[in-house]
């Protein structure tokens, strides 16, 4: 994890003066959307998404709560901020264009230190071309404070809610679950280590798709792009930011429907698997209450089917049923167990 110290040197906030820091934290700032008429230098930004309807979204990380800079890179906290937010514009089937950052820091962190943050923010932006647009710049008694809001467009007829979910409807979701869980149980475990012998190394070798997971999400535009080649539209969908469990049950109930999941079609990658298995957890429950892996999670109509059934980077997990018949997964065993946001670890798995 070298590069947790990239930018060894120490300039004091104090010295640069707030212009002199916004200034210097956007100089590197690219503009890619047309969409865009004004960023960062007036007033207020101005944007037009023409003839399609804006989507926004807006979030608060604060240090501590949200993330612990113990072992979070400054670099890979400001990627992941960002693609978070673009996260929750995929999940209403949109395209991310626009974000505003602010920030507040005490005079613990260096000018290299939010630097290093600003370096992670853009590559983010850069790699869906989403534009920074303004923000705020603060000071905080304590700590590190960051709010991101994105903006993005869609044409109104393609935008997906959570709401409208059908009996019938395969359930459906992207990439792989319960690695970014493990990342961070792993990068817990070495923190632990670290308080207790300073003078060891972490011992993460071999782990490097887990870690990503946790450190470096990536949004699933690419999957929002798929289904738009695909001519699909999704009958419902939500990012999974709290783990599959919650946000089936978040699906279900904005669409007064029921569900059934099976364990058997649950994707988990060999690592997170055997990670799980390490640290005596149940994979299938790193997968349901694990969360921030930032997968699409989705409905979509029977006729679909066709379609996705071959679709290396989806998996069909299960169906929607009647509201009345409940929500629940059917485990590798045949045995059906109801699906609940918390205190589900009761359930255990016969794999
Ligand atoms: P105001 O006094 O109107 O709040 P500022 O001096 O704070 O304006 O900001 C000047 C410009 O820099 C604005 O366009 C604002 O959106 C942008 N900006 C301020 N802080 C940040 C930041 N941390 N990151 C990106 N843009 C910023
Ligand atoms: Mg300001």
């Given at each position: 994890m070298s590069?947790?110290?990239?930018?060894?040197?120490?300039?004091e906030?104090?010295?640069?003066?707030e212009f002199?820091?916004?200034?210097?934290?956007?100089?590197n700032?690219?503009i890619?959307?047309?969409?865009?008429?004004?960023?960062i230098?007036?007033?207020?930004?101005?944007?037009?998404?023409?003839?399609?309807?804006?989507?926004?979204?807006t979030?608060?990380?604060?240090?501590?709560v949200?993330?612990?800079?113990?072992y979070?890179?400054?670099?890979?906290?400001?990627?992941?901020?960002?693609?978070?937010?673009?996260?929750?514009?995929?999940?209403?089937?949109?395209t991310?264009t626009?974000?505003t950052?602010?920030i507040?820091?005490?005079s613990?962190?260096s000018?290299e230190?939010?630097?290093?943050?600003?370096?992670g923010?853009l590559?983010a932006?850069?790699?869906?071309?989403?534009?920074?647009?303004?923000?705020?710049t603060?000071?905080?008694?304590?700590?590190?404070?960051?709010?991101?809001?994105?903006?993005?467009?869609?044409?109104e007829?393609?935008?997906?809610?959570?709401?409208g979910?059908?009996k019938?409807?395969?359930?459906?979701?992207s990439?792989?679950?319960?690695?970014?869980?493990?990342?961070l149980?792993?990068?817990?475990?070495?923190?632990?280590v670290?308080?207790?012998?300073?003078?060891?190394?972490?011992?993460?070798?071999?782990k490097?798709?887990i870690?990503e997971r946790?450190?470096?999400?990536?949004a699933?535009?690419?999957?929002?792009?798929?289904l738009?080649?695909?001519?699909?539209?999704p009958?419902?969908?939500?990012?999974?930011s709290d783990?599959?469990?919650?946000?089936t049950?978040?699906?279900?109930?904005?669409s007064?429907?029921?569900?059934?999941?099976?364990e058997e079609?649950?994707?988990i990658?060999?690592?997170t698997?055997?990670?799980?298995?390490?640290f005596n957890?149940?994979?299938?429950?790193?997968?349901?209450?694990?969360g921030?892996?930032y997968?699409?999670?989705?409905t979509?109509?029977q006729?679909?089917?066709?379609?996705?059934?071959s679709?290396?980077?989806?998996?069909?997990?299960?169906?929607?049923?009647?509201?009345?018949?409940?929500?629940?997964?059917?485990?590798?065993?045949?045995?059906?167990?109801?699906?609940?946001?918390q205190?589900w670890?009761?359930?255990?798995?016969?794999?």
């Amino acid at each position: 994890m070298s590069d947790l110290f990239e930018n060894t040197d120490r300039t004091e906030l104090s010295q640069m003066g707030e212009f002199g820091l916004i200034d210097h934290l956007t100089k590197n700032v690219k503009i890619y959307n047309d969409s865009t008429i004004k960023g960062i230098g007036d007033d207020a930004a101005v944007v037009s998404h023409g003839k399609k309807k804006t989507l926004v979204s807006t979030d608060l990380l604060i240090e501590g709560v949200h993330f612990d800079l113990m072992y979070v890179p400054l670099k890979h906290l400001g990627y992941k901020a960002i693609m978070v937010n673009l996260s929750d514009i995929c999940a209403m089937n949109g395209t991310p264009t626009q974000v505003t950052v602010s920030i507040a820091m005490s005079s613990r962190f260096s000018l290299e230190a939010i630097e290093d943050l600003y370096t992670g923010m853009l590559l983010a932006c850069d790699k869906w071309k989403i534009d920074m647009i303004g923000g705020d710049t603060s000071t905080s008694q304590k700590g590190l404070i960051i709010s991101i809001t994105v903006l993005g467009e869609a044409n109104e007829e393609s935008i997906v809610y959570r709401n409208g979910a059908n009996k019938g409807d395969l359930i459906c979701v992207s990439g792989d679950l319960g690695g970014a869980y493990m990342g961070l149980q792993m990068l817990e475990r070495e923190k632990a280590v670290f308080l207790q012998t300073p003078n060891v190394q972490p011992d993460l070798e071999g782990k490097d798709y887990i870690l990503e997971r946790q450190l470096k999400p990536d949004a699933r535009m690419d999957i929002v792009e798929l289904l738009k080649a695909l001519s699909i539209k999704p009958t419902a969908m939500i990012d999974i930011s709290d783990g599959l469990a919650s946000e089936t049950l978040h699906i279900c109930k904005q669409s007064n429907v029921g569900c059934k999941l099976y364990e058997e079609k649950i994707p988990i990658d060999q690592l997170t698997y055997n990670t799980a298995r390490e640290f005596n957890l149940d994979p299938t429950v790193c997968a349901l209450n694990g969360g921030e892996d930032y997968e699409l999670l989705f409905t979509v109509s029977q006729a679909d089917y066709d379609k996705i059934k071959s679709q290396p980077d989806i998996s069909i997990i299960g169906h929607i049923t009647d509201e009345s018949e409940g929500t629940y997964l059917v485990s590798k065993s045949g045995n059906v167990h109801e699906i609940k946001a918390q205190g589900w670890n009761a359930f255990k798995s016969n794999s």
